[in-house]
């Protein structure tokens, strides 16, 4: 079936470094959508990219979708301790959208 | 708005027991969707529905059950509960395709 796999599955930085995490794909995604979940909560949605090559920011993060659409990326900067959570990406596929195992982000201060 | 809302928050059971997980939302999305998320292993689909009377498998179906009878409720069965379905389930809602999910606050269940 269809898969998104996301690298790194942990990462610690220490706060003020950036951060990074990669969504890739086998095939073409359609789109792709990321959310945040913080420890013992919910996922919230981040933002959605629909076209090839798109880079969207908000804030401290920036998010771009592949040239190809086989990936995208989550990059932030200069972490803070409120970044502490879960970053998942999502590919809609038909009326589902399947997610990928995310990348649990913690901040040292 | 309330959202979307899930009850209950807690739940333990015994190994062949059986529940219903509650799911409603205030939103009138069509989209309703049952995810479970294992430690370390994302969100899997387990059940979704497009509208009304209408309902889907997902990515993990077996030993679940769900039914659609309006646009609020989307209610998610388990029969026989077995250890391996001890897990967080979230519900979520959406408008159609292309649009972001809203998520209740989940439900930790555990099957012992």
């Known amino acids: 079936g269809q898969q998104v796999m996301q690298i790194p599955q942990y990462q610690h930085v220490q706060e003020g470094e950036d951060f990074t995490t990669y969504c890739n794909s086998s095939?073409?995604?359609?789109?792709i959508q990321w959310y945040k979940q913080r420890p013992g909560g919910h996922p919230v949605f981040l933002i959605q990219?629909?076209?090839?090559?798109e880079v969207k920011k908000q804030k401290r993060l920036t998010f771009q979708f592949g040239e190809a659409k086989k990936n995208s990326s989550l990059h932030i900067t200069a972490t803070q301790t409120t970044d502490v959570g879960t970053y998942f990406c999502?590919?809609?596929?038909?009326?589902?959208?399947?997610f990928g195992k995310g990348t649990t982000l913690s901040v040292s201060s | 708005n309330a959202g979307v809302t899930q009850t209950p928050k807690f739940r333990i059971l015994k190994i062949g027991q059986s529940m219903t997980l509650q799911c409603t939302q205030d939103m009138n999305h069509n989209y309703m969707y049952w995810y479970r998320q294992d430690p370390g292993m994302g969100l899997k689909l387990i059940y979704y529905s497009v509208g009304a009377g209408i309902t889907d498998k997902g990515e993990v179906p077996n030993g679940y059950n769900v039914s659609r009878s309006t646009t609020e409720d989307f209610p998610l069965r388990l029969e026989l509960a077995a250890p391996s379905q001890t897990s967080v389930y979230f519900c979520?809602?959406?408008?159609?395709?292309?649009?972001?999910?809203?998520f209740g606050s989940g439900t930790q269940l555990s099957v012992l």
């Open positions: 999502a590919d809609q596929a038909g009326t589902a959208l399947i």
């Open positions: 095939t073409t995604l359609s789109n």
């Open positions: 990219l629909v076209k090839s090559g």
């Open positions: 979520a809602s959406g408008r159609p395709t292309n649009e972001k999910l809203f």
